[in-house]
């Protein structure tokens, strides 16, 4: 078993309040000032994810120790019900790509696209990524452009369906489904423009259950390592493409032990290896048994791959509590430091389901310790 000492510290929080009892799901972006700044979905009136919401900022000016205590709005709600989940990422020209969910109701949710010259001081208009109508999950952070320019946002189609026994005595109505369609969107043009992945994968299990947010990071062969939140206990799955996102292979179990949880990666740029933060069910660590409040979503681990994926090292236990769940990792790296913010669910003050977003700082020399 690995030592259960947490590396870094906390170096900002966002309790729930009365008027905004949701702060969840974040990204974050480095300006050309060096000046870190911090979006996230801010709800108002109630936790569900169809509360209203915006998309809201906080800045730090000495890399990502203390945070403004002022909150700034990025993106206004629009449409009808609410924005959440924003992905932010500078590209190679130098504008600043914002994705994010819009939602119009319960059966409608597409992701959009924003871009900004001016270090987001303003944004432009909005461009649908999507092609038709539907409800499209892209998680927060997920973004990536490939070396060769390529804009690539993974997205799970989910549907609505009809139920499978009938109760007597019960309303028959639809349910959302939780099995996705995995496919993969595609602009090389900066985002003006985009295509849809030709093939896409999906898997259902015999519980009804199913594969969901979608991650996508570039290996340095150039080949691109898709993962997906599994939809019961079990492993996160994965999938590859070797032809710049427009095919993909089957899905198959990976080799993380996880729960219904999403997993995220990125690439430390001062090392070159891989970062994995994920809910790690394979017990290296030492834990409490995780109670059912925490749906499973603890303990919260971070680890370190230099063979692009293969194998993994340097485990660090990030949290562990087993009345709380962690969660929707967003992950990002300054000069000599990784910020990593999460949001923590389970057994709250207010007892919702996620109200709090906590962000940890670690020096890059102490994941590798």
């Given at each position: 078993?690995?030592?259960?000492?947490?590396?870094?510290?906390?170096?900002?929080?966002?309790?729930?309040?009365?008027?905004?009892?949701?702060?969840?799901?974040?990204?974050?972006?480095?300006?050309?000032?060096?000046?870190?700044?911090?979006?996230?979905?801010?709800?108002?009136?109630?936790?569900?994810?169809?509360?209203?919401?915006?998309?809201?900022?906080?800045?730090?000016?000495?890399?990502?120790?203390?945070?403004?205590r002022e909150d700034k709005v990025l993106i206004q709600k629009e449409g009808t019900t609410n924005v959440m989940s924003p992905s932010l990422l500078r590209l190679q020209d130098g504008k600043i790509a914002v994705v994010y969910l819009r939602k119009d109701g319960r059966k409608i949710?597409?992701?959009?696209?924003?871009?900004?010259?001016?270090?987001?001081?303003?944004?432009?208009?909005?461009?649908?990524?999507?092609?038709?109508?539907?409800?499209?999950?892209?998680?927060?952070?997920?973004?990536?452009?490939?070396?060769?320019?390529?804009?690539?946002?993974?997205?799970?189609?989910?549907?609505?369906?009809?139920?499978?026994?009938?109760?007597?005595?019960?309303?028959?109505?639809?349910?959302?489904?939780?099995?996705?369609?995995?496919?993969?969107?595609?602009?090389?043009?900066?985002?003006?423009?985009?295509?849809?992945?030709?093939?896409?994968?999906?898997?259902?299990?015999?519980?009804?259950?199913?594969?969901?947010?979608?991650?996508?990071?570039?290996?340095?062969?150039?080949?691109?390592?898709?993962?997906?939140?599994?939809?019961?206990?079990?492993?996160?799955?994965?999938?590859?493409?070797?032809?710049?996102?427009?095919?993909?292979?089957?899905?198959?179990?990976?080799?993380?032990?996880?729960?219904?949880?999403?997993?995220?990666?990125?690439?430390?740029?001062?090392?070159?290896?891989?970062?994995?933060?994920?809910?790690?069910?394979?017990?290296?660590?030492?834990?409490?048994?995780?109670?059912?409040?925490?749906?499973?979503?603890?303990?919260?681990?971070?680890?370190?791959?230099?063979?692009?994926?293969?194998?993994?090292?340097?485990?660090?236990?990030?949290?562990?509590?087993?009345?709380?769940?962690?969660?929707?990792?967003?992950?990002?790296?300054?000069?000599?430091?990784?910020?990593?913010?999460?949001?923590?669910?389970?057994?709250?003050?207010?007892?919702?389901?996620?109200?709090?977003?906590?962000?940890?700082?670690?020096?890059?020399?102490?994941?590798?310790?």
């Open positions: 078993m690995k030592t259960n000492t947490k590396p870094g510290k906390i170096v900002l929080q966002i309790d729930p309040t009365d008027q905004n009892p949701r702060h969840s799901e974040a990204s974050f972006i480095t300006l050309k000032s060096g000046r870190i700044v911090f979006a996230w979905s801010k709800f108002s009136g109630s936790t569900s994810d169809f509360a209203e919401a915006v998309i809201a900022t906080k800045y730090s000016d000495d890399d990502g120790k203390t945070w403004s949710c597409m992701p959009y696209i924003r871009t900004s010259e001016d270090e987001l001081e303003t944004l432009s208009e909005p461009i649908s990524i999507a092609w038709e109508p539907g409800y499209y999950v892209v998680n927060n952070d997920r973004m990536i452009q490939m070396k060769c320019g390529r804009i690539i946002v993974p997205a799970a189609l989910h549907r609505y369906r009809g139920p499978s026994v009938l109760i007597p005595g019960e309303e028959v109505r639809s349910f959302f489904s939780s099995p996705a369609l995995i496919l993969f969107f595609l602009s090389d043009d900066g985002g003006k423009n985009w295509l849809e992945s030709l093939t896409n994968y999906y898997r259902c299990f015999p519980s009804g259950h199913g594969l969901q947010e979608p991650g996508v990071i570039e290996l340095k062969n150039g080949r691109l390592w898709s993962w997906t939140r599994p939809g019961e206990e079990g492993r996160q799955w994965q999938s590859f493409s070797d032809d710049q996102g427009q095919t993909w292979t089957e899905p198959e179990p990976s080799q993380f032990v996880s729960p219904s949880s999403p997993m995220h990666v990125k690439r430390i740029p001062k090392t070159g290896d891989l970062l994995v933060v994920w809910n790690d069910h394979s017990r290296i660590f030492e834990t409490e048994k995780p109670e059912p409040i925490s749906r499973g979503r603890t303990p919260l681990v971070c680890a370190i791959s230099d063979d692009e994926g293969k194998s993994w090292k340097h485990h660090k236990l990030l949290e562990d509590s087993p009345r709380h769940g962690f969660c929707y990792p967003a992950i990002h790296f300054t000069e000599d430091a990784v910020l990593i913010s999460y949001c923590v669910d389970g057994e709250t003050s207010r007892g919702s389901f996620v109200s709090t977003l906590r962000m940890r700082r670690i020096l890059i020399e102490e994941l590798y310790a």
